[in-house]
């Protein structure tokens, strides 16, 4: 049986699709861009910020599951310009424990929802 997530501390789906999905001990979390949930905005200033609010959104999403960012198995992230491999991953690291950080790919696109620069989803694991 699945189970719908949602947290008003992320951003409301732009489109048919539901912020989480949790099937059993699995919380699937869609793709997340830079929206401010609180104005609706996008965060783009430079890939720093955008990258923040993106994990922020998560990790809400993750939050309201009753999990943690310590039980993401896995993320895939999207990213506009593999030139920004290395900013995104230095914010991205910043949520994870090194030594037990999730699964990952990272994969350059040629768009994404709203022309934004990084969008990335989680898998978790939920206790």
Same mark, same amino acid.
Request: aromatic content about 6%.
């Given at each position: 049986?699945? !189970? /719908? /997530?949602?947290? $008003?501390?992320?951003?409301?789906? &732009?489109?048919? =699709? +539901?912020?989480?999905?949790? %099937?059993a001990n699995l919380l ?14 996008? &965060?783009?200033?430079? /890939?720093? +910020?955008?990258? $923040? ?7 809400? /999403? ?9 039980? #993401?198995? $896995?993320? +895939? #992230?999207?990213? !506009? *310009?593999?030139?920004? =491999?290395?900013?995104?991953? *230095? #914010? =991205? @690291?910043? =949520?994870?424990?090194? $030594?037990? @950080? ?6 350059? %696109?040629?768009?994404?929802? !709203? ?5 990335? +989803?989680?898998? %978790?694991?939920?206790?």
């Open positions: 049986m699945k !189970k /719908i /997530i949602e947290s $008003k501390n992320a951003p409301a789906p &732009v489109g048919p =699709y +539901s912020q989480a999905v949790q %099937v699937f979390v869609s793709g997340q861009i830079a929206i401010d949930p609180g104005s609706g905005t996008l &965060v783009t200033t430079d /890939i720093e +910020s955008e990258t $923040k609010q993106v994990m922020t959104n998560l990790q809400a /999403i993750i939050e309201a599951a009753g999990a943690t960012m310590q039980d #993401v198995v $896995k993320c +895939s #992230v999207f990213v !506009k *310009d593999m030139h920004l =491999y290395a900013r995104i991953n *230095d #914010v =991205y @690291a910043t =949520y994870f424990d090194e $030594k037990t @950080a999730p699964a990952r790919e990272l994969v350059e %696109v040629a768009n994404l929802p !709203k022309f934004v620069n990084v969008e990335i +989803s989680a898998i %978790v694991q939920i206790a």
